[in-house]
T-cell receptor, first 113, second 112 residues
């Protein structure tokens, strides 16, 4: 079945540092790819998405590019803020079979002032 | 914009009790899902539904039941609660294309 692998956390950065959170997927076919963010005590919010190879999703300064050749969708941000502290989940979605999101285990980001 | 609404937000159950987590959506989406999130883990799919009257098992269905009598509602039933069901439960809804799936705010359940 489909699976998503994320780098383990926590990731601790100083404010204004560069962020990369790695994500790779395994799927039979060409899934849509997503990053969700979960702030403490809250539900999941869609951060960005890409639906086909070479698409770049972006939102709030975060970016991720759908790389079919490396089956990856790494999340990046040029300058993180304390308010970015949260758990980030990578997910894939196939438009066949269950038609449900498959999630990675999540990466906790802590940004220090 | 209500989106996906879950109730209750917090609940403590004793071992062997039963309860229903309610989920309703006002977006007229066909697909609905229940996930559970264990501490430090990703979300695991419990059950899903592709439309009213149709439900199917996800990765971790044991100990749960669902029904989908209307497009709007997708309740999750826990029978004979066990400590292993202590988790955060998320309901979600999306369109057939799956381009965007919207999540509720979560229900924190503790079984003691």
């Amino acid at each position: 079945g489909d699976s998503v692998t994320q780098m383990e956390g926590p990731v601790t950065l100083s404010e204004e540092a560069f962020l990369t959170i790695n994500c790779t997927y395994t799927a039979t076919g060409y899934p849509s790819l997503f990053w969700y963010v979960q702030y403490p005590g809250e539900g999941l919010q869609l951060l960005l998405k890409a639906t086909k190879a070479d698409d770049k999703g972006s939102n709030k300064g975060f970016e991720a590019t759908y790389r079919k050749e490396t089956t990856s969708f790494h999340l990046e941000k040029g300058s993180v803020q304390v308010s970015d502290s949260a758990v980030y989940f990578c997910a894939c979605y196939m438009d066949t079979g269950r038609r449900a999101l498959t999630f990675g285990s999540g990466t906790r980001l802590q940004v220090q002032p | 914009n209500a989106g996906v609404t879950q109730t209750p937000k917090f609940r403590i159950l004793k071992i062997g009790q039963s309860m229903t987590l309610q989920c309703t959506q006002d977006m007229n989406h066909n697909y609905m899902y229940w996930y559970r999130q264990d501490p430090g883990m990703g979300l695991k799919l419990i059950y899903y539904s592709v439309g009213a009257g149709i439900t199917d098992k996800g990765e971790v269905p044991n100990g749960y039941n669902v029904s989908r009598s209307t497009t709007e509602d997708f309740p999750l039933r826990l029978e004979l609660a066990a400590p292993s069901q202590t988790s955060v439960y998320f309901c979600a809804a999306g369109q057939v294309s799956g381009n965007t799936i919207y999540f509720g705010e979560g229900s924190w359940l503790t079984v003691v």
